[in-house]
């Protein structure tokens, strides 16, 4: 069982690069969403979606773009990279209705230079 | 808006001994509350969650968590630690819309 695919697992930027991490699940769930961890302040929410066609922002939703075409993918893009989002990023999904547990990737490692 | 408050960043515990790790929330109605961990270089696990009813919660690997409302908390408690224990912890509430609030976090060391 895949659960929730996130790759690349690390990845290194230049500032002002942009870049797709990409996130998949296989187990058809209709919520999605990106989380990113910085060291003391827990997971904090950038984009979520409750079905395909269908995005919200989270608290950081600043300098991120999603985008969600398919019930399995949810992209984040980095339009223009910068420092601040140094962080390790984590896609989750749950189904959908009442509240459920979320399936959480392996996350990414950023790191922008 | 909700948030969540774990006060203590780090913990170190001997194997064998009991375990608690506190987290309080704020939240305007009966929160959904969660425990997860992870371990190094991973996603998170749940441990456990409390929707309703029973106010003690068993979960996974040996934990419980006790919801008090009239103290906004929901501790985690473990009777003896175990070194594979050894990770970081999450509280976590949520609403009906899904949208998850973490905790900082507790870092957990466990001493041979």
């Known amino acids: 069982n895949a659960g929730v695919t996130q790759t690349p697992k690390f990845q290194v930027l230049k500032t002002g690069q942009s870049m797709t991490l990409q996130c998949a699940q296989d187990m058809n769930h209709e919520y999605m969403s990106w989380y990113r961890q910085d060291p003391g302040m827990g997971l904090r929410l950038i984009h979520y979606s409750v079905g395909a066609g269908i995005t919200d922002q989270g608290e950081v939703p600043n300098g991120y773009n999603v985008s969600r075409s398919t019930t399995e993918d949810f992209p984040l893009r980095l339009l223009s990279a910068a420092p601040s989002q140094t962080s390790v990023y984590f896609c989750?999904?749950?189904?959908?209705?009442?509240?459920?547990?979320?399936?959480f990737g392996s996350g990414t490692q950023l790191s922008v230079l | 808006a909700q948030s969540v408050t774990q006060p203590d960043i780090h913990i170190t515990v001997s194997e064998g001994a009991s375990l608690e790790l506190r987290c309080n929330y704020s939240y305007g109605a009966t929160p959904y509350l969660f425990w997860y961990v992870q371990s190094p270089g991973q996603g998170l696990q749940l441990l456990l969650k409390?929707?309703?009813?029973?106010?003690l919660v068993q979960g996974i690997k040996g934990f419980e968590a006790e919801f008090k409302r009239s103290q906004s908390s929901f501790n985690l408690r473990k009777p003896s630690v175990h070194w594979s224990d050894a990770a970081e912890y999450f509280c976590a509430v949520a609403n009906y819309g899904q949208n998850f609030v973490f905790g900082p976090g507790t870092r957990l060391s466990v001493l041979p």
């Open positions: 409390y929707f309703s009813g029973d106010t």
């Open positions: 989750a999904s749950s189904s959908s209705g009442l509240v459920e547990k979320l399936f």
